[in-house]
């Protein structure tokens, strides 16, 4: 019944160590996002691909990557995770581009730096 | 939505009651309005859209109400329940844009 499916729920990472964070969705979307949210703030929009067009939000640091091999699948890279990137990171997925199209999300990695 | 600081509005109601919850935004262009719930943990959760030709539209138990004029936006939650305990956000969005733009969330806490 899920339609969006972020794994793992919860990820530990060492400061330094590279992870990588996985969505898929099974609603056949055209549009998936990544967000990042810290505590008791609203989702920051990362980057979002339309088909396999990538755009990168202006202030993205660029330790932020993602890669989308297919239509069901979105990878969020960190390369140099540091103590600031702890966060939940949200998936989230659209018809359309998200102007005026409702949003999807999944249900969050909660990602800890150690 | 006008997404501004750490501090977290909150909304304290009793059980049964009924909660409002307000949000404004500042484009004037915004033609899409969204509310979604996102419960301690959980990832946002939709409720409830409404467009700017209307200016009010019901779903099951809460009805969410446009003012263009004033660029304001509200949730209504009837009788409201333990289990609407939760960060309500408001976001908007235009058709010349590709993202929505989410406000300050409202903590909402439901006492007995």
């Known amino acids: 019944d899920a339609m969006v499916i972020q794994n793992p729920r919860y990820q530990v990472t060492q400061f330094g160590k590279p992870v990588t964070l996985s969505c898929s969705q099974t609603l056949n979307h055209n549009v998936m996002y990544w967000y990042q949210q810290k505590s008791s703030q609203a989702p920051k929009l990362l980057f979002h691909y339309y088909d396999k067009d990538f755009n990168n939000e202006a202030d993205t640091p660029d330790n932020f990557q993602s890669r989308r091999p297919n239509t069901s699948f979105c990878f969020l890279d960190i390369r140099s995770p540091g103590l600031g990137d702890a966060a939940m990171y949200l998936c989230?997925?659209?018809?359309?581009?998200?102007?005026?199209?409702?949003?999807?999300f999944g249900s969050g990695t909660q990602l800890s730096v150690l | 939505g006008e997404s501004v600081g750490l501090h977290l509005p909150t909304l304290s109601v009793q059980e049964g009651d009924n909660s409002i919850i307000n949000c404004a935004y500042s484009?004037?262009?915004?033609?899409?309005f969204i509310w979604y719930k996102q419960e301690s943990g959980k990832g946002p959760q939709f409720i409830i859209d409404?467009?700017?030709?209307?200016d009010k539209r019901q779903g099951q138990r809460v009805t969410v109400l446009l003012n263009k004029t004033v660029k304001h936006l509200s949730l209504q939650i009837a009788a409201t329940q333990p289990g609407d305990s939760a960060v309500y956000f408001c976001?908007?969005?235009?058709?010349?844009?590709?993202?929505?733009?989410f406000g300050t969330g409202t903590r909402l806490q439901v006492f007995p």
């Open positions: 989230a997925t659209s018809r359309d581009l998200s102007g005026n199209e409702k949003l999807f």
């Open positions: 976001a908007d969005g235009d058709g010349n844009t590709d993202k929505l733009i």
């Open positions: 409404i467009r700017s030709n209307m």
């Open positions: 484009n004037s262009a915004s033609d899409y």
